[in-house]
């Protein structure tokens, strides 16, 4: 199926909280409501039309202007060979958390603790909540666009200006 | 595999950070009765860079040397996927010697690092000797690529728009000569070690992974393979020269045991490697005189826009996700990396096992940790 059957298909299922939309540039994603991410993921696996039984990707990515982090799951099936981006938005001060989708597709599992590790986000049921590639006791998200480098680590001192000989990157 | 009921007290075993089967800097917390696994659990995070803070700092072509440092054993592969994602953006037209360039350069290096693979995996289990053969010819690979663009293992070869110099003169006949020894070599490989007695017993029905498992873990690459699914990128998603060069998808078929094997993962990699021997033979064929870049890509500012796109590297699909805001950085550049998907897998894998297959399966999956830590 082509993008616009799978998102007639999920747009038909949900109504207004799974919403196809195709950008100028770039790809096009189903822009689902926040609390209903889990449920539409199941469907999006077990709907015989659909059946992604593959989640190959999850990137969260920070908004500071509009105030919103989102996070894209990207799908793919390998039975019929079609793939489709889901789009999650939420408000970005708080404690923004998604459902988790680990129940869905265990290959979640590494990929929503990364989500979580680098911003913030909490999946809710996952069952091993823990930060994946920063040490446990790392304070902050580095990859939020207003994360600050913390000056001192267990006793060493940070230098976020430090840049090797020949200066920092030109513009 | 099943396990059995408990003789002994349970006992924690650090496997890592500083072993050499671990491949790098990967720690496995081992919850052992006796020498049976009942629980691993993969500790990363000891080569974390955070590359993908960096990308936000530099300039669009400055990420693609950071790609190198990703998957230091197959940095072209890197190269490509990143500066393909970002072609996608901007919807660049290729010439037709670069494409060639750059699949060339990339399926030389699936053979390298596939011969790293294969050589490591002997020392993992025992055997030392094939690692001598498989770096003797990888030498000749990296003799290559220091000829056309000056770097044995960070390339920085394949930029946006194309790729950065013309191949030397001495390239092509020194090229052929390695096909001509590669395709002596694989036999070679196949008496030394992949039907060695001991090398299958120790790796015949160790870490089956059933091919539903692998796709539900969303394992790709040789791992997805070794398990029977036939699912090759270049092949079925095929993106620049891909669909006009002649090749095979090899599968795992449990020739020596079940289905999704280490013996089966492993396999897959060296007739990999013989197809990629093919590849580059065809390559060498179709080149033609031409221009190697793009016009107007020295400095390249996307529209605003979002895009995913994939590739087949040697450890499975590396995806970029990539966001533009229409200015000179990257405003997100998300890496999907294979080796980190894959890995996840172990701590379903494992337990039942015993610890010296341990070291059969992490070698069987094949990562490399610059590119799970990033």
């Excluded at chain 2, 750059?102 to 050589?119: M, P, Q, T, W």
């Amino acid at each position: 199926m082509d993008f616009a059957l799978i998102g007639a298909r999920l747009a038909g299922k949900f109504g207004g909280d799974a919403v196809p939309t195709v950008p100028e540039k770039g790809d096009p994603f189903v822009l689902v409501k926040r609390e209903r991410i889990a449920e539409v993921c199941r469907f999006c696996r077990e709907d015989e039309a659909l059946t992604f039984n593959s989640l190959h990707c999850i990137s969260g990515i920070d908004y500071p202007k509009d105030q919103k982090l989102a996070v894209v799951y990207n799908l793919f099936s390998f039975r019929h060979r079609h793939s489709v981006a889901l789009r999650v938005e939420m408000p970005r001060d708080g404690e923004p958390h998604l459902d988790s989708v680990v129940a869905v597709w265990p290959g979640a599992n590494w990929l929503e603790r990364e989500t979580y590790d680098m911003f913030g986000i909490r999946f809710d049921g996952h069952p091993d909540p823990r930060r994946i590639l920063l040490p446990d006791d790392w304070e902050g998200f580095p990859l939020r666009k207003d994360y600050q480098v913390a000056e001192m680590w267990h006793g060493m001192r940070i230098d976020a200006n430090y840049h090797p000989p020949g200066g920092p990157p030109k513009e | 595999m099943e396990i059995l009921e408990r003789t002994s007290d349970v006992m924690v075993i650090n496997m890592g950070p500083q072993h050499p089967s671990t491949h790098g800097v990967l720690r496995v917390e081992l919850k052992t009765d006796g020498e049976v696994i009942l629980e691993a659990t993969p500790h990363l995070g000891y080569l974390h860079r955070d590359f993908e803070k960096h990308c936000e700092a530099v300039l669009w072509g400055g990420v693609i040397p950071y790609t190198d440092r990703m998957d230091y054993v197959a940095a072209m592969n890197n190269n490509f996927g990143y500066c393909l994602a970002v072609e996608k953006l901007l919807g660049t037209e290729i010439p037709e010697r670069a494409s060639v360039l750059r699949v060339l350069v990339s399926e030389l290096n699936r053979i390298a690092s596939h011969l790293l693979a294969f050589g490591t995996y002997g020392i993992d289990i025992g055997a030392f000797t094939p690692f001598l053969y498989a770096f003797r010819e990888r030498e000749m690979i990296l003799d290559l690529f220091e000829h056309c663009c000056g770097a044995r293992l960070t390339y920085n070869y394949i930029r946006i728009g194309g790729v950065s110099r013309d191949l030397p003169p001495e390239f092509e006949p020194k090229c052929r000569r390695l096909v001509r020894t590669m395709r002596e070599a694989i036999p070679e490989y196949n008496n030394l070690l992949s039907y060695n007695q001991i090398f299958v017993a120790r790796t015949r029905d160790i870490g089956v992974i059933p091919a539903e498992l692998a796709i539900a873990w969303g394992c790709t690459g040789p791992v997805l393979r070794g398990s029977g699914v036939k699912w090759d990128l270049r092949k079925d998603e095929p993106y620049s020269i891909y669909p006009e060069l002649q090749f095979e998808v090899p599968v795992g078929k449990g020739e020596v045991g079940t289905v999704g094997d280490c013996w089966d993962r492993y396999m897959v990699r060296l007739r990999e490697m013989e197809q990629s021997v093919d590849l580059v033979e065809q390559c060498l064929d179709r080149l033609k005189p031409g221009p190697v870049m793009a016009k107007g890509t020295r400095s390249v500012k996307p529209p605003k826009g979002e895009v995913y796109h994939r590739t087949e590297t040697p450890r499975g699909e590396l995806g970029f996700y990539i966001v533009s805001d229409g200015g000179k950085k990257a405003y997100r550049c998300k890496v999907r990396s294979p080796c980190f998907c894959n890995l996840s897998i172990l701590s379903e894998i494992a337990p039942g096992h015993l610890i010296a297959d341990m070291v059969a399966l992490i070698g069987s999956i094949d990562i490399v940790l610059g590119e799970v830590d990033r």
